[in-house]
């Protein structure tokens, strides 16, 4: 039974600086599509993809992310990591992370992800 444990969720002041990991177990990464995605409490806003990683290795982020956070992978620890910078207010969200081992839609897509955590908050106050 795959289980994906997010953590390192909190309250940060504009410019500041989080990082979020996701721990899975029931397996390891080898063979797993993940990705991170964010959805604002409260907002019927839908969930927005933000950075994806492929069992290879190779990643994909949001344009509004991009170069501001990065996606890696603790193999050793069987972590997902997000290491978010500059951060600003409109990235206040809850953060999820998921998995899926078959890709058939786009990396960012929700869709496309069959295995999730049960969220970390994210503020950013200014």
């Known amino acids: 039974q795959v289980k994906l444990v997010e953590s390192g969720g909190g309250t940060v002041q504009v410019g500041g600086s989080l990082r979020l990991s996701c721990a899975l177990s029931?397996?390891?990464?080898?063979?797993?599509?993940m990705a991170w995605f964010r959805q604002p409490p409260g907002t019927g806003k839908e969930r927005e993809g933000v950075?994806?990683?492929?069992?290879?290795?190779?990643?994909t982020y949001a344009g509004s992310v991009e170069s501001r956070f990065t996606i890696s992978r603790d193999t050793a620890e069987n972590t997902l990591i997000l290491q978010m910078d500059n951060l600003q207010p409109e990235d206040s969200a809850i953060y999820y992370c998921?998995?899926?081992?078959?890709?058939?839609?786009?990396?960012?897509?929700?869709?496309?992800?069959?295995?999730w955590g049960q969220g970390t908050q994210v503020t950013v106050s200014s």
């Open positions: 950075a994806a990683m492929t069992d290879d290795g190779r990643t």
């Open positions: 998921a998995a899926a081992m078959i890709m058939r839609r786009y990396y960012l897509d929700p869709l496309a992800y069959n295995y």
């Open positions: 029931g397996s390891t990464y080898k063979g797993f599509f």
